[in-house]
């Protein structure tokens, strides 16, 4: 099975590291599950820097 960073559990483990109650060391070794998270991770972190240097 592989992973996107379209899928719905992706983006719940992304929204669960950014609300604090998961890190990423809470990710598992599934397949490429922790290499999407980490994706997804660092494209939200890119929009929230680009986001806060338009304010």
């Known amino acids: 099975m592989a992973f996107t ?3 719905q559990l992706v983006k719940g483990y992304v929204y669960l590291i950014q609300k604090g109650e998961r ?3 809470d990710i598992p ?5 922790k290499e ?6 660092e494209i ?12």
């Open 23 to 25: 890190t990423v060391d």
């Open 44 to 55: 939200e972190e890119e929009k929230d820097r680009q986001w806060r240097q338009v304010k």
């Open 29 to 33: 070794e599934l397949f490429n599950f």
């Open 5 to 7: 960073i379209e899928y």
């Open 36 to 41: 999407c998270v980490l994706e997804l991770l």
